[in-house]
């Protein structure tokens, strides 16, 4: 039933991925594309998990993403990366920050961050992209673009001409942050070619 | 021009082309953004109201005036605002009138996932749902049209997940629409007992005659395909069904839920092998068909308990799962917390030390409850801090001198009043901490009555809290700073010795408000650090144990100063940014 192309992004509360989602919203909404596109707001945004979902195709029902549906899983930080995998889809392309934001549980001293995450899922033979996408964007002038950086690391994977996601990055952050947010989004989308 | 739009900025949208007037709201996850996209029109008035029940008020009397009006709020605003929302049933309006209620299945944001379906049923209102930010637009301007043809409001049932998706809408002009004559009609607008009796017939009459419209309506709509299942169902989980079902089901598609269309519903049913009512929360569309004779299954499949997906449709009627792949590892949880910086932690970190019992209240500083600070007992809805602790003051349940209420400023300004009022009134010895951050913080940093600021941004009056504890009666009242954690302390024991109500008011503004200075960072001597903990006591996201020692995140740090003060060792530093 399913033939939407389906893209969760998942983080922390407070990394940009309300932006990220609004991003690959507008870009594959250029195209004619139907989409949906679902976000969190309020409480759990405060340091929580946080997963939105971008859904496109011919014509989008539901908004949301269920267990074994994503085409793509984005992360904004390697636990969280653990934590939705199994909303991966068979087959599925993972694509992740290789950044570590310790929860309070572990700040506390009441639960491990587990070791060998990337090994872990490398091992269940899924199709990953893995990158230092904070230290990129550090790079690039701000530790704050590390969401457009993602971006650029996903776009990389996807069959969309690179200048729509240039153009939906333009319209979607403020002017004066124009150039280094495309900056941020082509260090992200060489990584692949490198 | 089509747009990807957000479905509560499509209520806005909505509200711009319908000509309305007057919007009055207090925020409320997931409904806020509706009133803040609308401040962003010129031709619209509005407004925060310190409460649902003044907002409300607030458009109805703009509505009896002559003007289309609005007011939004979440799920348990309604509760607040029920007292009039019962009474426009039977005052009916002159301008129209569209109340958006936002529920939260699932508690993404919330104390609790009441369905209000009820309001509509036992206010006898009118409520249509929508599915996706399109049909939030038409039906927010379909709303307005039928307000004034049947002389009653029009409740806009929302829940988390339409107004927080978003999906194409197309935009069209504003059509203005002129203030209506006001004209003086107490048989219609003085709700006194002579005058009831008479509009409860109104009342009556109008909710049949709504629901013999019902089956004539265009947003409710049947959809047939293969006639071996039928699906009766109404704003998100119509996607759901699409989703799973396809063209394998037909589809009864509710745009309005109250009242609801016997005819079609019938019809529906004769038309189709097997039918499900797919609801989120209460079997309410269920009980209806039931009632009315209908052979119908839903509850009996489905969960009553929150929001639904693909995935609960598919496992629980079809018995289907989707095949995934999970990691052999220990995923730790990551809740939501206060933020570095933050001006609660000061507050719960010296509440904690104290052993005191919290009464809490709704705001981010809920988060107060969670570890390692832990030091919330209560909380329940806004305002009950303090009137709850009264009751738990006075009955002897809880000694008044290990004991407080926190309240925040917007939340004071929502309910604490009245509970201040019934503790000096009543002889009260009680400590309330109003915990000042200068903003109404949990919603994303909407301004209130005592910020000086209006929805606009507009610099005006600034509601002094000191003052109006001062005018309720309380004699005893200090101001300090959350952070100043030694004076706090000081200054919580010297309120609780004394056999008055007292109230401490701890003021330092949101850290993420823009005008915070944030210019120095702290960081670990790590040769200085004795592993201590001290440090991880206050339950800092900044800060985290690495190889023995306490190590600061410097690009979250934000110089608050507060882990400083718990290094016995000095060994935590600040540093210019």
Redesign the interface.
């Known amino acids: 039933?399913?033939q939407t192309t389906n893209i969760m992004i998942s983080g922390?509360?407070?990394q940009g991925s309300l932006l990220a989602s609004?991003i690959l919203?507008?870009a594959v909404?250029s195209l004619g594309f139907?989409?949906?596109?679902?976000?969190?707001?309020?409480?759990?945004?405060?340091?929580?998990?946080v997963v939105t979902y971008v859904k496109y195709g011919k014509v989008?029902?539901?908004?949301?993403i269920?267990?074994?549906?994503a085409d793509f899983l984005l992360s904004f930080e390697q636990?969280?990366c653990?934590?939705w995998?199994?909303?991966?889809?068979?087959g599925g392309t993972v694509v992740t920050s290789t950044q570590k934001?310790?929860?309070?549980?572990?700040?506390?001293?009441?639960?491990?961050?587990?070791t060998?995450?990337i090994e872990?899922?490398e091992q269940?033979k899924?199709k990953l992209f893995h990158a230092d996408a904070l230290g990129v964007a550090k790079l690039c002038g701000t530790?704050k673009a590390a969401n457009v950086v993602l971006i650029g690391m996903l776009a990389a994977h996807m069959d969309i001409d690179k200048k729509v996601f240039l153009n939906a990055v333009e319209t979607s952050v403020p002017v004066k942050f124009k150039e280094l947010n495309l900056a941020a989004f082509e260090a992200g989308y060489q990584l692949k070619v490198n | 021009m089509k747009k990807l739009m957000l479905g509560n900025d499509a209520v806005a949208r909505g509200l711009y082309e319908a000509g309305v007037r007057f919007v009055s709201s207090y925020p409320g996850t997931p409904s806020t953004e509706i009133t803040e996209c609308v401040s962003k029109y010129n031709e619209i008035y509005s407004e925060w109201a310190p409460n649902e029940k003044v907002a409300f008020e607030a458009a109805l009397g703009a509505a009896i005036s002559g003007a289309r009006s609005f007011c939004a709020m979440k799920h348990v605003g309604l509760n607040v605002a029920a007292d009039p929302l019962f009474i426009t049933s039977y005052t009916g309006i002159n301008g129209g009138m569209v109340i958006a209620v936002a529920d939260d299945p699932s508690m993404h944001s919330s104390q609790n996932e009441q369905d209000s379906r009820h309001y509509a049923i036992a206010a006898k209102l009118p409520m249509l749902e929508p599915s996706d930010s399109e049909e939030c637009l038409r039906f927010t301007k379909l709303a307005y049209d039928w307000s004034e043809k049947f002389d009653t409001p029009f409740l806009l049932r929302l829940s988390t997940r339409i107004s927080h998706s978003q999906s194409i809408v197309e935009e069209a002009e504003r059509i203005e629409s002129d203030l209506k004559e006001y004209q003086k009609n107490p048989s219609k607008y003085v709700m006194m007992p002579g005058n009831a009796k008479a509009r409860h017939v109104v009342v009556e009459k109008r909710l049949l005659e709504m629901a013999n419209w019902a089956n004539t309506l265009e947003i409710n709509k049947a959809e047939y395909h293969s006639k071996k299942l039928g699906i009766i169902c109404a704003g998100a989980t119509y996607a759901y069904a699409k989703e799973v079902f396809g063209e394998e089901a037909s589809y009864l598609k509710l745009g309005m839920v109250n009242p609801l269309p016997d005819e079609l519903l019938q019809n529906f049913c004769s038309n189709v092998e097997r039918v499900i009512v797919v609801e989120e929360l209460d079997p309410i569309i269920e009980t209806h068909c039931k009632a009315i004779g209908l052979s119908v299954e839903g509850k009996n499949l489905l969960p009553l308990l929150y929001e639904f997906s693909q995935e609960v449709l598919s496992d629980c009627i079809l018995g289907k799962k989707n095949d995934f792949i999970e990691l052999d590892l220990t995923i730790p949880v990551r809740p939501p917390v206060m933020c570095p910086g933050c001006p609660h932690r000061g507050l719960f970190y010296v509440l904690k030390k104290l052993k005191l019992t919290v009464s809490g209240d709704i705001g981010c500083y809920t988060l107060g409850a969670a570890p390692p600070l832990g030091a919330v007992d209560t909380t329940l809805c806004m305002g009950a801090s303090i009137s709850g602790l009264h009751g738990m003051n006075k009955c002897g349940g809880v000694d008044p001198k290990k004991s407080v209420a926190v309240i925040g400023d917007s939340t004071f300004a929502h309910s604490g009043l009245t509970g201040l009022m019934n503790m000096t009134y009543n002889k009260g010895v009680s400590t309330v901490i109003i915990s000042d951050n200068s903003i109404t913080g949990m919603t994303g940093h909407q301004q209130n009555p005592t910020t000086g600021k209006t929805l606009k941004n507009e610099e005006t009056l600034q509601i002094n809290i000191e003052k109006v504890c001062e005018a309720l009666g309380v004699r005893d009242i200090s101001v300090v700073d959350p952070n100043d954690t030694a004076v706090l302390e000081q200054t919580i024991k010297d309120a609780l010795a004394k056999e008055e109500v007292s109230v401490i008011i701890t003021r330092r503004p949101c850290v993420l408000l823009k005008y915070v200075v944030k210019d120095t960072y702290f960081s670990v001597a790590s040769d200085k650090c004795r592993s201590c903990r001290a440090c991880m006591q206050i339950g800092c996201p900044a800060i985290s144990f690495v190889d023995k020692k306490a190590v600061i995140d410097t690009s979250l740090c934000t110089g608050c100063t507060l882990c400083e003060k718990m290094c016995k060792f000095d060994a935590i530093h600040s540093t210019k940014r």
């Open positions: 039933m399913n922390v509360g407070g609004r919203g507008n909404m139907d989409v949906k596109v679902s976000e969190v707001h309020g409480m759990s945004q405060r340091g929580g998990s989008v029902a539901s908004p949301v269920c267990k074994g549906e636990l969280e653990a934590r995998l199994p909303y991966l889809k068979i934001i310790n929860p309070m549980p572990v700040i506390i001293g009441a639960a491990e961050y587990p060998g995450i872990s899922i269940k899924i530790d």
